[in-house]
């Protein structure tokens, strides 16, 4: 008996801090909200194949889902902030990282040496283009570069830039217009449940996230790419409450059947 009320108060705890994620980040940009679905512990059958009386053996919790639902789109106006329209992530990579890591966080900024860089400071990663020529996306992720505006390749200002619809970069130095910078890729992976959360809007992939597929924006499914937006977080604030009053109600319930279940024992030990 105490094994099932644990397992009914142990459920109604993660459920507890999942939601509580959820709402904590309900303004975050490109956050992807998480859900935890429960079971019944498998009860079994007695020696003589009759399905036992019994209930069950409490509940069980699996392991956090991602949600796939587009969140809302936010305009910020900003010439290098894209959200993303359908499906994909962005690639990008920190510092002193090997390989990459995935987010549809769209707000994207130039330092100082001219790189793009994602809000938890990430090179954002693209396929560069050659001889002022835009090149294809490809299928191998390690020919991406670094995403680089080319300051000191030219003695005129920058007067403009822009990201289109299929994540072309172009910017214009002076009289120089429609210079190619690079493409955005975006990726898409057979099972996004398998990532790991990195913080920021930021995931890592990995053996359970499945084969990577990689492709243009605009190009068949694929998402687009809306300049001068950000894709806010998919967090319903009024569901999120409703999930928070049940599963509080659940643990309390749990608590209280532990209490009397110990003031029975106690009573009968006497």
Known sequence: MFSVIKSGMDTAMKDLAVISNNISNANS?????????????????????????LAG????????RL????????????????AIVGNGYFLIQGLNQEGYSVTRNGAFSVDDDG??????????????????????VGEDPT?????????DQ????????????NGNIS????????????????????????FKQLGGGAYSPTQDSGRMFLGSPNSAGFGSLETGYVEGSNVDITSEMTNMIRAQQQFSGAAKILQTNSDMIEKMTR
């Open 29 to 53: 940009t490109g956050f992807r909200k998480s859900t935890v679905s429960f079971s019944e512990f498998f009860n079994g059958k007695t020696s003589e194949g009759i399905d036992s009386a």
């Open 57 to 64: 053996q409490g509940a069980n919790s699996e392991k956090a």
């Open 67 to 82: 949600s796939d639902a587009q969140g809302a789109l936010v305009e910020v106006g900003g010439a290098l902030d894209a």
């Open 115 to 136: 790189f793009l860089k994602s809000v938890n400071g990430s090179f954002l990663l693209g396929a560069v283009a050659v001889e002022n020529e835009f090149v294809g």
């Open 143 to 151: 020919t991406f570069q670094r995403i680089q505006i080319p300051f």
């Open 154 to 165: 030219t003695d005129q200002p920058l007067t403009d830039i822009s990201i289109g619809a």
């Open 171 to 194: 910017a214009s130095f002076g009289a120089d217009t429609d210079v190619a910078i690079a493409t955005i890729p975006l990726s898409i992976f057979s099972n996004p449940n398998g």
